[in-house]
C-alpha cells in the first residue's frame, strides 16, 4: 500500500475516526484504525474503528500509487496526523509495518493482523434524510436532558420517534424532560418507527455530520433483538446499536393547561440564574417569584450568603412561588432559540414547561423543556 494525502485532509479523517475508539478494548485490535487505499473514483482511502457497538467510517481522495489494507493504532495515528507538518503525507506499508512520511518528519508504525479485524456492520435500509444543521441543533436540544447513570440504561437514550415526515425526539433523566419535533424527509411517507439511540453518541455523530447538506438516516428492525441505527453524511457515516429497554410514557407527563405564563427576556434571564446562583449550596434550590411585571430570583437562607436579583418580565395567570435546580433551568434556557423565554406553569409543586415564543401565537412550540420544581421546606 503507497499513498499521498493532504495533511488537513487525513488528519480531519483520521480524528473524526478516532472518536468511536474503545479506550479499553476488549480485544488488542479493536484499539486499531482500519486503513483501506483503492483506486476506486481516482483514489479513496476509507479509514474505519469498530468497538462492536459504534462504528465510524470516512472516504477521502487521495493520490494513490498501490492499493492495499492496513491495521495500526488509532489514537497514535490521531496523534501523529495532528501534529505533522503542512505538507503533502505519504503514507506506504514496508513488511509489518507502515511508514508515514511528511516533510522531513517520518514516523514508523507498527501494523495489527487485519485478519482478525471485525467486518463493520452494513448499514441497515435508508429511512430518510433530513438537514445536517437543523438535525445536529434539534439533537443539541434534547441530548442535555438524557441521564448519566449507566445503571439505567434506557434513560441514558434519546427516544427518536418516527411518524410520516415528522421526527420527534425526547430524553429524560426524570427530573427534567426536552422534547423536539423536526421534519424530515422520509423514503416512506407512511413510516412509523421508534429507536432508543445512545444519547452521547447521537450527539456527537450530530455535531460531526454538518459537513454535508443533509444527514440519511437508516433504521433497521428491531424485531430479532439487534435494533440498529445508522447515520450518513459529508462522506462519513456511523452506525450504533440501539438500547433495549423500556423508554417513559413521557407524552403523559406534558401538561395540556396552565394557570399562568411568564415571559422573560432569555439572554437577561440567564446571566441573572448564573449570578444568583453562585450563592446557592449543592443541591440547594433556585426560587422564583413571578408577579404582573416582574420575576425576583433568590438564592441562599438566613444562615448562609445570600442572593436577591429582580427582571421585568410578563405574567398571564395567577402569580407563582416556585424553585428548580439551578443547572437544570439554565440548560434549558440556553437550548431554546428564542429571544424570549416562555415559562408555563400550573402549581409550584407541578412540573413547569420551558419554550421559546413562538413567532405565531396560535403554533405550537417545537421544542419543550419540562423541568421538576424542588419542593420548599416550611
Known sequence: MKFRVERDVLADAV??????????????????????????????????SFDYEVSAQVSVDIDVEESGTTLVSGRLLAEITRNLPPQIVEIS??????????????????????????????????????????????????????????????????????????????????????????????????????????????????????????????????DNGEGMIGFEGGGRRTTTRLLDGEFPKYRALLPDSFNSVAEIQRSEFIEAVKRVSLVAERNTPL???????????????????????????????????????????????SAIDSDVARLQFTTSTKPAIITGKPADEDATADYRYLIMPVRLSG
Request: hydrophobic share 45%; net charge negative.
Open 287 to 333: 426560587r422564583l417569584s413571578f408577579s404582573e411585571d416582574r420575576a425576583v430570583l433568590e438564592a441562599g437562607t438566613g444562615d448562609e450568603a445570600q442572593a436577591v436579583e429582580a427582571l421585568d418580565a410578563s405574567l398571564d395567570g395567577d402569580e407563582i412561588e416556585i424553585a428548580f435546580n439551578s443547572a437544570f433551568l439554565l440548560d434549558g434556557l
Open 93 to 222: 506499508t514496508d513488511g509489518a509495518k507502515v511508514v508515514v512520511s511528511c516533510g522531513s518528519a517520518k514516523f514508523t508504525l507498527l501494523t495489527l493482523p487485519v485478519e482478525d479485524y471485525p467486518s463493520l456492520p452494513a448499514m441497515p435500509e435508508l429511512t430518510g434524510s433530513v438537514g445536517s444543521d437543523a438535525f445536529a441543533a434539534a439533537v443539541g436540544q434534547v441530548a442535555v436532558a438524557a441521564g448519566r447513570d449507566d445503571t439505567l440504561p434506557m434513560l441514558t437514550g434519546v427516544r427518536v420517534e418516527i411518524e410520516g415526515d415528522t421526527v420527534t425526539l425526547a430524553s429524560t433523566d426524570r427530573y427534567r424532560l426536552a422534547v423536539r419535533e423536526i421534519a424530515w424527509k422520509p423514503e416512506n411517507p407512511d413510516v412509523s418507527a421508534v429507536a432508543l439511540v445512545p444519547a452521547k453518541t447521537l450527539a456527537d455523530t450530530a455535531k460531526s455530520l454538518t459537513g454535508g447538506a443533509e444527514v440519511s438516516i437508516a433504521l433497521s428492525n428491531a
Open 15 to 48: 480524528a473524526w475516526t478516532a472518536r468511536s475508539l474503545p479506550s479499553r478494548p476488549s480485544v488488542p485490535v479493536l484499539a486499531g484504525m482500519l486503513l483501506d487505499a483503492t483506486d476506486d473514483e481516482g483514489g479513496r482511502l476509507r479509514l474505519s
